[in-house]
DNA sequence: CATGAATGAGACTTCATTCAT
DNA sequence: AATGAATGAAGTCTCATTCAT
């Protein structure tokens, strides 16, 4: 819930409700919110179901929430917050690069998996903004969200661990893509997967992509 | 389906009109079904739209589709055709793998950015959908789409070309994602970008993967 | 069809088709008409159903009648024609008022389980002019199909054979009513029912209550 | 249902209010659902006709019931309770059998021709139903509707007053089925009519029959 | 004469949102 | 602060009917 970045959680609200009650109020609106958005994408949840959820009338979401977009912003922000703390928090930096992807890998599955890929399905299909439902406001997260991964790539990339032909931003969809196509898959077949195991053949995957044995980037 | 297929794309409706205007419009109702569709995703589509960007009654959407859901998988199942016989028909079988594999992702790659993307979400987040609107109907078509990358995949390791250690599952993802997340990437910010350039560094790194020169899969 | 019969059956064209195949048509149309203004009841029916059953384009429906309104009134005047003559040619005019009594009941339950009570349905609860959709045109026809049993009950009267203290019109009730209350318990609950006893019952209580042997009507 | 059986009433809606000035509202949607039901039958009533004569906004019905169907089915249970209410607490069960079955049928034609039959004809033409609107949910009522004039059949064989040589089911369509004819008579023509006349005249039309003072019933 | 095609009118229903209490 | 109640706006879909060909 991240009560250290306020500024993500709360500038929806109507007026300022600071008490306790409040806050726990917010929190609960959030995680009920996570759960729904998670369950059924943006346009299929309803404010009722979340007030349902919650045992509270419909007006009180409004109470706390400029109305169901400024909802579903903040708890995606919530649900960043808590993945990124996650990540950082886990992250060996001691050990070598591969170690340490071997860790980003197994985080990003694990926490996928568990919260549902909904919130993921969530971001990725409203997270255009055309559409003008959600739009810009996830960017940032998605850069601090991948923050830790460039980090580690350009680590990588300056201790000679990972090859330097090729741009940061392509080393990362090579990265994160093949990890979101799995969930994709899991989530649409109902497979049941061992992340432990995908994780290992995954990262040994891009560890040949990453170290570029295969002879120069360009123009093959 | 293309036109060639009427049985899939023909209404099963009240009145099943079936040729010369008829099958116009049902062209002109796939053609703009699809843009709508693309832009909007499939909830806040409406059928009130894309009558009028027709130029047309709603009603007349109705007098060749069941309805939204069905007009939805028509636009899909079209889509994946015109895409799946592009795909097919251009792809040197002759030549090496690796550069069968260029082609595959050059081709991936230009066609979503021409159509945009939209439809890529469309699927991507409506065929989960146990909630209600689509699924199941998308399964056989990204079965038919990503068969030539798996039989090129299977053809690889059958040649040695391709490592055997790993399951053909995580190597199709390990191919499909990366671009599926480029272009996310690429529509969220409104990059432009060099396919050719990214579709051979992104080759380039595949290859080191595919190849398995980082030594075994499993544990690293 | 009753040919014999026209102006009751075609004042509804448009144009005036005399042809023989015209006539099929219309008899056609008929036809199918009273089979689902049966099963449906008149809202529920649909114009396109009717063309649909009969392999006919829905506008031709319209091409023999003004509508749906005028095409479910000639279905119900061509049945009544028919039951009418059915029951007007096998009555035993010569035999007993009871026995001729016998044969109204039973020809009126057989012909009615047969012809599957929808329609009975239709006349029933369409008949109420209020709705404005069908309205006025069926009194005469049930005045016609009311005929033979009112003769028949004034010639009783003329006997002696049925009680003269109770007004034509109540016992008319007393006639139709429980055959009518039978069909639609057996449509509603689709009980088998034997015919020819639950017939010879329901005269012989019906006898009972004409002959008026409880002791005068009036006052009890 | 009546006010006091909420659980068939009140909506099993998204919100479901359920006290104070919610009642009354649901008390005056059953008032004018039952006027706008008979009037129209099932088909022809709209919701925005019932919401006009209340003076509130269409959504207000499906805050309180579930659909149009919902509703139709409250209307038809709370006037169905009403009925038999009427119908239980005047039985003059002290009296003779035909004294009883005399308030039955006055009781009866009474409360049908002030509620104007229009619920009669919506039961029993959208009863039937097996095709789709209502259905199913009458029979139970029809039973408990029914059930005091059946008690008082069998109470009369028991006791010997009544015949016994016919079944109960018989025997009540013998008494129901004239007075539905009756009535549909009366609305059909607008005739007035002198209910205590007629009432008087079917009971005795009727004690005949049920005596069965004809001879034995079968085969006559 | 028959029909393919199109549609206007209107039905039921959903839902985010507001506001007085 | 919380909510009961109400609703405007919008959406999907149906169907009798028309008309040019």
New binding site residues.
């Given amino acids: 819930m991240s009560a250290e970045t306020p500024s993500t959680v709360h500038p929806t609200h109507r007026?300022a409700?600071a008490?306790a009650?409040?806050e726990q109020?917010i929190r609960d609106l959030l995680r009920v919110g996570r759960e729904v958005f998670a369950e059924k994408g943006y346009e299929?949840?309803?404010?009722?179901e979340i007030a349902q959820r919650l045992g509270?009338?419909?007006?009180?979401?409004?109470?706390?929430f400029h109305?169901?977009?400024a909802l579903c912003v903040a708890v995606i922000s919530d649900w960043y917050d808590e993945i990124i703390a996650t990540m950082q928090d886990g992250l060996p930096r001691e050990q070598p690069i591969r170690a340490q992807l071997h860790y980003l890998v197994q985080t990003h599955l694990r926490v996928f998996l568990v919260q549902g890929t909904g919130l993921c399905a969530l971001v990725l299909s409203e997270g255009r903004s055309k559409g003008q439902a959600l739009g810009e406001s996830f960017l940032p997260l998605q850069r601090r969200y991948t923050a830790p991964l460039m980090d580690l790539l350009a680590r990588g990339q300056a201790s000679g661990e990972i090859r330097r032909d090729v741009s940061l931003r392509l080393l990362r969809s090579v990265v994160l893509g093949p990890m979101e196509h799995l969930l994709w898959e899991v989530v649409a077949q109902d497979k049941p997967t061992d992340i432990e195991a995908v994780s290992a053949d995954l990262v040994a995957l891009l560890w040949s992509a990453l170290q570029g044995t295969g002879g120069p980037a360009s123009r093959g």
Same sequence: chains 1, 2, 3, 4.
Avoid: L, N, Q
Avoid at 44 to 48: D, F, G, K, L, Q
Avoid at 56 to 64: D, L, R
């Fill in positions: 007026r409700p008490s009650k409040s109020r299929r949840a309803t404010t009722t509270v009338s419909e007006a009180t979401v409004f109470t706390y109305g169901k977009r």
